[in-house]
């Protein structure tokens, strides 16, 4: 399975996470923060589609101006978790 973060279509964080939760079918009283973010995709057992997937990230170097400290953040969250071998994530940057 194959989940996509389009960067180019996503102006504030609320914007990434009403976007990319759903993708994971996150339950409604998932945090709309980093931390939370870190539990469902490290941790795992909180989102309805658990791995194995790939996240692919979408013009990641398109110009987000205030947004790419929150980027590079939600990119580390992303590779810690494709670091856990037993979460079975990928994670492509194009």
């Known amino acids: ?3 996509s973060i389009n960067w180019d279509g996503i102006k ?3 914007e990434f996470y009403s976007d990319f939760l759903p993708k994971l079918d996150a339950p409604k009283w998932h945090g ?3 931390d939370a973010l870190a ?3 490290i941790t795992g057992s ?3 589609i658990e791995p194995p997937y790939t996240i692919l990230s979408i013009n990641t170097d398109s110009n987000l ?3 790419k400290e929150f980027q590079v953040r939600v990119l580390e969250i ?3 978790a ?3 071998p037993e979460r079975e994530i990928k994670v492509l940057l194009k």
């Open 65 to 67: 101006g205030g947004l």
């Open 46 to 48: 909180i989102n309805g």
């Open 32 to 34: 709309r923060n980093l």
């Open 82 to 84: 494709a670091a856990e």
């Open 1 to 3: 399975m194959e989940i």
């Open 39 to 41: 539990d469902s995709l």
């Open 12 to 14: 504030t964080e609320e």
């Open 78 to 80: 992303l590779t810690e």
